[in-house]
Structure formats: structure tokens, C-alpha cells
């Protein structure tokens, strides 16, 4: 196996986490361990009659983390998952953050396939973490596995869009797979899950701490979910409803249902959507800005790039809508249309 080292920079946040607060001690708990253990300081063995409980064994594991000693740090944590696990009454949250973090010391001692396993295992038990998805992307792309890479990096994108880590791992992946696949590269993706609306944004990394804190998820009032799910399933169908009216060719009405779509859900697809709507009304500067928004949501989006480019080209900003367009080649060498609108701006 080859020595794992992760293309690109993983934001730190998202790589470890740093120990939280001190807990009070659990039950059974004999032995409290502080926050940070001063250096060379050791936990009872396994067999000692004084046994650390789980929750000082994940804080002295972040510690021995932040030192750099990423051994010690596993052999932590899975002591914390041993005994987890004898005792039954774990929540699959807990268990996660633990393997998540296990993974973080595999990821940086190079053994990336036990990284795979452990981030698998803490997506089984709570599905869609950040973390554990872009650990597990990390060590895809270090193995060379692009495509498995790519999925991991999108699909954290429709947990938290904002994470840049995961738009950067995307950029990567897109062009390695283009090397490698050529144009059709993305016909040879594996599927890329689906999201619910339950799972975005409820895992956070606060920036006002230190780097990626072990903090399990928030989640939102059930009644508050629900609420949620439900204005999005109405963009879905507004925007569907968009859709039918852009096949009529009556793009005003359809810029209404897109532009109600929006106001529930911003979505990637309504806004180059509009755009188009927006075009073909020949309100330019709309939809360079509706492609903007959508750009900011997917950096890599070729709809996007393109209708920018023809709203930039009306406006007479050559050297901005040929910049669009020289990025859309990079995703698409070979997109016919992107290529014949090129060489009209180039006669511009």
C-alpha cells in the first residue's frame, strides 16, 4: 500500500477534534483524567485495577492527538469504544465521534484503507457526518480511488455547502477524473446519494473553536424539521412546474414558479434555471447573477459557466465571459457549444 498522503489540504477543523469542556465523571467512572495530560503522563492499563472511563480516555486521545502522537491517540480511542461497546448503553453518536476520530489518527499515520473502515463504520451510525466523509474522501483520493473520492466530497457539499474543504475536493477529483476517464468521466461515477433535508447543516464546525471540536450534531425540533421538509418538497414542485413552462416556451411565467422555488430552497438547478428564463427575456445582468448563485453552490458547474458566459457576452464583457467559458473547457474539452462560443468571442 502506498504511503497515504492526502492531495490538497483538508481544512484542520475537519480533520480532528479538539477536547471539549471537562464532563463530570460518569458513572463508574474511578478515575477522572484532566482535560490535557502533561507529557509522558500514562492512563491505567487494561488489566490495572483503576480503568479511566470512556469519556477521559476520548479527552487524553485528543490530547495525545494535538501532540502529534497519532498511535497512542488510536489505542485511546479504541479502548473508549471497547468499553463503549461492553457496556451496551452507548449511543451510536458517541461511537461515532470515536471512530471518526480513529480514523483521523489512521489518516495521518498513512493507513488509509483502516481509515476507510472506521469512517465507514461511523456513517453506518450516523449517517452523513462531515467529518467522517471528508476523512473517508481524503483517504480515497490518497489511494487513488477518484471516483469513491468524488462522491464522499458531493455528498458532504449537500450536508454543509459552505465547507471549502469539500469544494476544493471536488475541483481535484473533477480534474483527476478527467485525466484518467476522459469527457465521459462522469458516466463511470458510482451513485451519489441523496441527502435528506434532516442531515444538512446539522453538523457544525464553530469557527470561535479550536479545530473541529468533538461535538456531537445538533439537531433541529422535530417540528422544525418537518416544517423544513415540507417547504422543500413545495420548491421541488414549483420548480417542476417552472420546468413545464420553459417547455412551452412561456419563459416569464416560468421565471415566477423558479423565483418562488427559490424564496423555500436555493438550489443549484433553479437558479441556472431562472437564468435561462432571464436570458431569454434578455435580462442580462439577471442572469449573471442568478449563475453567480449557482456557482456558489457547485464551483464546477458547466450550465452555469455557460449561460454566465452568454449574459456577460451581451453585456460586452468579453474578458470575463471568455474566462467562463476557458473554465467550463477545463470540466468539458470537448462541449461543442462552449467551443463555438469561444470563437465568437474571440472575433468579438
Sequence with gaps: ????????????????????????????????????????????????????????LRRAGNEEFRRGQYGPAAELYSRALAQLEATGDASAEERSVLLANRAACHLKDGACSLCVADCTSALELVPFGIKPLLRRAAAYEALERYSLAYVDYKTALQVDCSVQAAHDGVNRMTKALLEKDGVNWRQKLPPIPTVPVSSQMRWSTPSAQAPGANTPPATAP?????????????????????????????????????????????????YTNRALCYLNLKQYKEAAQ????????????????????????????????????KSLLKTEPKNTAALRLLQELNRA
Excluded at 487494561?46 to 470512556?54: E, H, K, L, V, Y
Excluded at 459557466?305 to 474566462?323: F, P, T, V
Design 222 to 270: 422535530q417540528g422544525e424539521r418537518d416544517e423544513t421538509a415540507a417547504g422543500v418538497e413545495r420548491a421541488r414542485k414549483l420548480k417542476e412546474e417552472g420546468n413545464e413552462f420553459v417547455k412551452k416556451g412561456n419563459h416569464k411565467k416560468a421565471l415566477e414558479k423558479y423565483s418562488e422555488s427559490l424564496k423555500l430552497n436555493k438550489e443549484c438547478a433553479t
Design 290 to 325: 442568478d449563475c453567480t448563485e449557482a456557482l456558489k453552490l457547485d464551483p464546477e458547474n458547466v450550465k452555469a459557466l455557460y449561460r454566465r458566459a452568454q449574459a456577460l457576452k451581451e453585456l460586452k464583457d468579453y474578458k470575463s465571459s471568455i474566462a467562463d467559458i
Design 1 to 56: 500500500m502506498a504511503l497515504c498522503r492526502p492531495a490538497g489540504s483538508v481544512r484542520p477543523s475537519l480533520l480532528h477534534g479538539t477536547a471539549p469542556p471537562p464532563l463530570p465523571p460518569a458513572a463508574g467512572c474511578q478515575r477522572e483524567l484532566p482535560p490535557a495530560l502533561p507529557a509522558g503522563a500514562r492512563l491505567p492499563g487494561r488489566g490495572g485495577a483503576m480503568a479511566a472511563c470512556p469519556d477521559a
